[in-house]
């Protein structure tokens, strides 16, 4: 079951030509995206409403989307605007159509009820294709649940673990770092502080630190139901992080959108930017560590779908699970929100007008 009302990433914006199609399943659902005459970006479901074909394997004209099987036409809205042969169109003849929205280079879709739609709500990534920052993005295709995904995001203590060959550090570090968990207007916020640690392979490749030893912060926001972004950092050990001295710092934002697929698969929209560092050109600022870093948790994150598939319970708690916690109890909060109004008020029938 997934939240409905909610902005999910369906694309990476460039996925999607100027006259392109992409078809993908979200939360369960076929869904078709593409461009209208305009460069408009609109979205369908993929299933014609005649016999069933996905309309992905039509083609688009102008604003529309004809079916590729018997040819009817259908606008962005969904209605069905030319039957071929027939001068008549079924009153039924429509398919579903989904809110659609781009913004730093991301493709979001609404799938739920449109009128509480709210595009305050679509979470910012504002260095997308700033020349300031060196950036990288992609998107895995993981066989696991979206909120495993999320789990291992807000739980950073297993990147002594799970990355040691990338971003680790050592994993005792990281288990003693300073971790405080908050409550958000729409999600949960982990801030970790590492004083005084060892650099890990992938900072010392790509900064020069003057101190054989960093601080490193790392401020991880969870946006319910779907998305958790993550600004960290590094600098010389005591030269004034704490207090907000940034200069000469190593800057490093994540974003991480984890959409459905099904209930045990998700499209992993993954991305990372990192400060450009003065007199070293972008080149030189690597950031390929960053596959290897994610394709480290979607192995992970695999391994546990599948184990869980066989055993889901029992599971224990420890101190770090706080952030993953608080993630998961504002999603059931959600999909609680959503059951509750789907429920309609009860209409007496004649029978009981009868009996009263
Ligand atoms: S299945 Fe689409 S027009 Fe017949
Ligand atoms: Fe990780």
Redesign the pocket.
């Known amino acids: 079951m997934f939240v409905k009302n909610a902005w999910y990433v369906g694309a990476w914006s460039d996925e999607i030509g100027d006259s392109g199609m992409l078809a993908r399943t979200l939360l369960g659902e076929p869904v078709l995206f593409y461009r209208t005459a305009d460069g408009t970006l609109a979205a369908l479901q993929d299933r014609?409403c005649?016999?069933?074909?996905p309309?992905s394997h039509?083609r688009v004209q102008g604003d529309c989307v004809t079916?590729?099987?018997?040819?009817?036409t259908f606008n962005r809205t969904g209605a069905c605007v030319n039957v071929p042969g027939q001068e008549r169109i079924p009153p039924a003849a429509k398919v579903p159509s989904y809110l659609v929205r781009e913004s730093d280079g991301m493709v979001w879709i609404w799938m739920g009820d449109a009128s509480q739609a709210d595009d305050a709500l679509i979470v910012s990534h504002s260095f997308a294709g700033n020349a300031e920052w060196t950036f990288l993005k992609d998107r895995y295709l993981v066989n696991a649940n979206y909120q495993l995904i999320t789990d291992n995001l807000m739980d950073l203590t297993h990147v002594g673990y799970v990355h040691n060959r990338t971003i680790g550090g050592t994993p005792q570090a990281h288990s003693e770092a300073e971790s405080k968990t908050s409550v958000t207007s729409n999600g949960v916020r982990v801030e970790r502080w590492m004083m005084d640690s060892v650099p890990p392979p992938s900072y010392c490749a790509v900064h020069k630190f003057h101190t054989p030893r960093i601080d490193r912060w790392m401020e991880i926001d969870f946006f319910a139901p779907s998305i958790v972004r993550i600004h960290t950092g590094a600098m010389d050990t005591n030269t004034g992080a704490r207090e907000g001295q940034r200069n000469d710092a190593l800057l490093f934002w994540g974003f991480n959108a984890q959409t459905p697929e099904t209930e045990t698969t998700t499209h992993y929209f993954w991305s990372g930017a990192r400060s450009h560092v003065p007199g070293r050109s972008i080149g030189e600022q690597r950031l390929d560590s960053l596959r290897i870093t994610f394709a480290e948790d979607k192995e992970i994150v695999e391994a546990q779908q599948a184990s869980l598939d066989l055993q889901p319970e029992p599971l224990v708690m420890i101190a770090s699970d706080a952030g993953m916690m608080g993630a998961r109890r504002r999603v059931a909060m959600m999909l609680k929100a959503e059951a509750v109004s789907w429920i309609q008020p009860v209409v007496p029938s004649k029978l009981d007008e009868v009996k009263a």
């Open positions: 014609c005649h016999r069933g074909l309309l039509g079916c590729g099987y018997h040819g009817l």
